[in-house]
């Protein structure tokens, strides 16, 4: 076998690379702020933090996340239309549980070979991410990989920054016995608990056949996870919260306890928890054990906030006159366990 004489014979196009860096400039630039200083393509991207000067005490917060293998089932239905959103809303969501307004977005594609559409589609996901939760996509890397990845793979990663008063932050602290659990909607699985559900719904990697099935993985399986940033910010700017949750990995067992003082638990009624048609579906068909799937995914409750019965009637009253549906999902205990009940 005659060894490459070039770059591209070997399996980077650097060309594409250039090509594609120049076509999505107009789409990642409508997501500056004033802040954002030069453009796309330098060695760093540049924010200006002046702005900062007008906090007491500013506290820079940062989170990174990926899609997570959600991306095998866009690329065997040859969508990528929304994961980018996915990439930006897992991200953003874990800093926004301490109160974070996100600042800037970069992301990292790394892929078997440039496809130049395919990456199109994603970017533009990640930038209408980055217009849903009003931060600024600043830069990137995407990194061909042949002979290390297959042609038609693809992972993603995403890094925030975010900023909040030292004084504003949310932190758990204060939760105790008889502060009230309130659920806001999930819009689906949003980015966890893929590998489960790919083994129920494409056992062999092969989509189904059927019309109804395609229509179920392309239309709630692959919904994008939900980005709370604007509504959150404007309850905090209006409400007082002592506690909130990011439902991801690990479900409800796993991550309520990351904000909870020691000694305290939560005690939830599953009547209360508006369960979406994607989940009753998989439970159905697949005859899954409730208490696992609790364990797994957000069953239906992407964002949790944590307050005392004044603030929580407060904060329900608010979201109504938003429009927003809330559910008082339980109460704060003092047995240190996550009982759904």
Known sequence: MEPPKSYKSAGVDTKAGQDFVQSIKSKVAST???????????????????????????????????VGTKLEIARLIQDYSTVGIDLVAMCVNDILVSGGKPLFFQDYIACGRLDIQKMDSIVSGIVEGCHRAECSLVGGETAEH????????????????????????????SIQKGDLVLGLKSSGAHSNGYSWIRKLLIPDGILPQSKSDLN?????????????????????????????????????FENIPRVLPQGIGVKLERAKIPTPHLFHKLKKDHQLDELEMFHTFNMGIGYILIADEYDSNHILKYLKELGEEAHFLGVCTDTGKIEIQ
């Open 32 to 66: 500056f702020s004033t802040n954002v200083l030069g453009g796309l393509g330098g060695f760093a991207a540049l924010y200006d933090v002046s702005f900062l000067k007008e906090f007491k005490c500013p506290v820079l917060l940062s989170g990174t996340d990926g």
């Open 146 to 173: 042949p002979g290390v990845m297959e042609p038609d793979e693809i992972d993603l990663a995403g890094f925030v920054v975010g900023v909040i008063e030292k004084e504003n932050l949310i932190n758990g602290f």
């Open 216 to 252: 179920f993985l392309k239309n709630e399986v692959m919904a994008p996870t939900r980005i709370y940033v604007k509504l959150i910010q404007s309850l905090l700017a209006n409400c007082k919260v002592k506690g909130m949750v990011h439902l991801t990995g690990g479900g409800y």
